[in-house]
């Protein structure tokens, strides 16, 4: 299955760049090229697109307020933004994440790790550099290091419909673990650590792992310096 992409950056040459890597991966197509937010929108409903690569910094629309109008369309509800930045600790990611992307990338990423992550947003499966993901929201989900809850065992009023077994993986899926890092942490194969995953994001009413991580940070469950 060969994975629709789109272009969003208001710099042709990087466009132009990004377009002759992705074309020499097999499985990745160029659906699209936007050079701003308004555009970026229009051309994801025409194209249909599985991912969109956003740039924050774009003029008449930017990416933060493009990815919004596309995670808040129903009918583009199978499409995965994901951001490039400049600067990865850029403090706009994190609103981007808070927005509905699906992870971001430095812009002086590696084409292989590119291109990887392209299939990795499309298949939904795993939060981008999840290390400095994770510092970025717990930096401003809990600023200064204070305490957001009543303690390591207090379980916030939004997680109520989650099983003691899917609060554990949550708590995984914040700490920056993949699929099969679960499975090995929790003794299960990847299949089932898949299973809790996606019941726990059917429960609370995301798109991917990496609005999980928004909510276990947003509702205290997940903090810095939590082990």
């Known amino acids: ?66 990815t919004r109008a596309i995670t808040a369309d129903e009918d583009l509800a199978g499409v995965r933004v994901l951001i490039l930045t400049t600067f990865e600790a850029d403090e706009h990611v994190f609103q981007a994440l808070r927005s ?47 305490e957001q809850d009543g303690g390591q065992g207090a379980v916030p009023p939004e997680l109520g419909t989650l099983t003691e077994r899917e609060r554990e993986v949550l708590g995984l899926v914040a700490a920056g673990l993949s699929n099969d890092d679960i499975a090995r942490r929790l003794f299960v194969s990847p299949l089932t650590a898949k299973t809790h995953v996606n019941r726990i994001m059917a429960k609370l009413d995301v798109r991917d792992r990496a609005q999980l991580v928004v909510v276990a940070y947003r509702t205290g469950f997940a903090r810095a310096g939590r082990d």
Not at 42 to 55: G, K, N, P
Not at 57 to 64: F, I, S
């Open 1 to 66: 299955m060969t994975v629709r992409v789109l272009l969003a950056d208001d710099q042709t040459l990087i466009r132009a760049g990004f377009r002759a890597l992705i074309e020499t991966a097999p499985d990745l197509e160029v659906v699209g090229e936007a050079s701003n937010g308004r555009e970026a929108v229009a051309l994801t409903r025409e194209t249909r697109a599985d991912v969109v690569l956003m740039d924050i910094r774009m003029p008449d629309l930017d990416g933060l307020a493009a």
């Open 100 to 146: 509905g992307a699906s992870g971001f990338l430095g812009k002086g990423v590696e084409p292989a790790d590119l291109l990887d992550a392209i299939r990795v947003v499309a298949a939904g499966e795993a939060l981008l550099t999840p290390k400095a993901t994770k510092a970025l929201i717990a930096r401003y989900l809990d600023p200064a290091g204070n």
